[in-house]
């Protein structure tokens, strides 16, 4: 899951970077930069329950390491995971633009935020299993 992050996170970083140019330093890289956390650390443990339950290490000119129904299930559920770490955030920002209530945010993006933590974390508990038969079965 770790190495996944890091990963994405160069993605995230490099948003930041372009995003700080653009807009300069304000509110909105810090709901950028939170949300994204978040939605990394969701993306991350999805990934790594998804990829643990339909592992596929067959031998063949193209290895796919993915069920093709994994990769089917791990896409929808992406999306779903996606849409609920930043709905917080699209809130805060039709209330914000329809009402003019700016109160909501800065709480946003700290609750997508923990609803990614959280969803990464449930997707790294369900994973640990299916790593661990996997690891059972390789040859000592």
Same mark, same amino acid.
């Given at each position: 899951m770790l190495f996944t992050f890091l990963i994405?996170?160069?993605?995230?970083?490099?948003g930041a970077v372009v995003a700080?140019?653009?807009?300069?330093?304000?509110?909105?890289?810090l709901i950028y930069l939170a949300a994204g956390f978040g939605l990394l650390l969701a993306e991350s443990g999805l990934g790594?329950?998804?990829g643990a339950r339909y592992a596929? &290490? @067959?031998? !063949?000119?193209?290895?796919?390491?993915?069920?093709?129904t994994g990769a089917i299930i791990g896409s929808f559920t992406g999306m779903l995971v996606m849409a609920i770490v930043l709905a917080p955030?699209?809130?805060s920002f039709i209330l914000s &633009? @329809?009402? !003019?209530?700016?109160?909501?945010t800065l709480i946003a993006p700290v609750i997508s935020g923990v609803l990614g933590v959280s969803i990464g974390w449930i997707g790294y508990k369900l994973s640990l299993g299916p790593v661990g038969e996997i690891l059972s079965e390789l040859p000592a």
């Open positions: 994405a996170l160069i993605g995230l970083s490099i700080s140019f653009l807009g300069g330093l304000s509110t909105g890289l790594l329950a998804v596929d &290490f @067959a031998e !063949g000119p193209r290895p796919r390491f993915v069920t093709v955030v699209l809130v &633009f @329809a009402f !003019g209530n700016q109160s909501f």
